[in-house]
């Protein structure tokens, strides 16, 4: 079946390390977006990519970092530089150009910083 | 700026009807989403209104009045399994995705 695929689902980290959040897509969508959630937020945008090998940063990005190499996946690094990273990781994809569309989203990492 | 205003949690009743409302005040509008969450999962998509009027779907329908920066999701026989929270989501002028907080929705018996 086609669908988003996140993982993993929970991750601890230690203060200082970097980590990676994959999110894998087999709907063959352009657009993919990554959102933080954290409770009684909206959901914020970290980035998003229209194309393969183009991102865009969103509201939040500093701390964070992405790639496009594929069409299919659109990783997600956390790094130490981000302050406050406990949170509900969520990714995303549309058909069509950015947000003219329903966004299918993956099941979520929920990352722990120690 | 931009605002998305829902209320932050409503009760109801199994079986009984349940409003949520949606006011939004953005730069532009290009549509309105709605999306349910259940606890610790991902959003789903519910509906998507872009013109006036109301839009039905089984037991969900959702309302826009683009003049009154206004939205409303109505659930009809309301079933335990839709407890849950309720987003609200406007594109802007620049295509720009708004999130409201989102709504929980607690059912009772």
């Known amino acids: 079946d086609g669908g988003i695929t996140q993982s993993p689902k929970y991750l601890f980290r230690k203060e200082g390390q970097n980590v990676t959040l994959s999110c894998e897509q087999n709907l063959n969508h352009d657009a993919m977006y990554w959102y933080r959630q954290d409770p009684g937020q909206g959901l914020r945008l970290i980035y998003y990519?229209?194309?393969?090998?183009?991102?865009q940063k969103g509201d939040i990005a500093e701390g964070y970092s992405v790639s496009r190499e594929k069409k299919e996946s659109f990783p997600l690094t956390v790094t130490s530089a981000q302050k406050n990273p406990t949170a509900f990781y969520l990714c995303?994809?549309?058909?069509?150009?950015?947000?003219?569309?329903?966004?299918?989203f993956g099941e979520g990492s929920r990352l722990t910083v120690l | 700026g931009q605002n998305i205003d829902q209320p932050t949690e409503m009760t109801a009743t199994e079986g009984a009807i349940v409003q949520i409302n949606c006011t939004y005040q953005t730069s532009g509008f290009n549509g309105l989403f709605w999306y349910q969450q259940h606890a610790g999962e991902a959003p789903t998509f519910l509906s998507y209104n872009v013109l006036d009027g109301l839009e039905e779907k089984g037991r969900f329908s959702s309302f826009l009045s683009r003049s009154k920066g206004y939205s409303y999701l109505l659930l009809k026989e309301l079933q335990m399994k839709d407890s849950a929270s309720y987003l609200c989501?406007?594109?802007?002028?620049?295509?720009?995705?708004?999130w409201g907080a989102g709504t929980k929705l607690i059912i009772k018996p």
């Open positions: 990519s229209q194309i393969v090998n183009d991102f």
């Open positions: 995303a994809s549309s058909g069509g150009t950015i947000n003219t569309g329903e966004l299918f």
């Open positions: 989501a406007v594109v802007d002028s620049n295509y720009q995705l708004i």
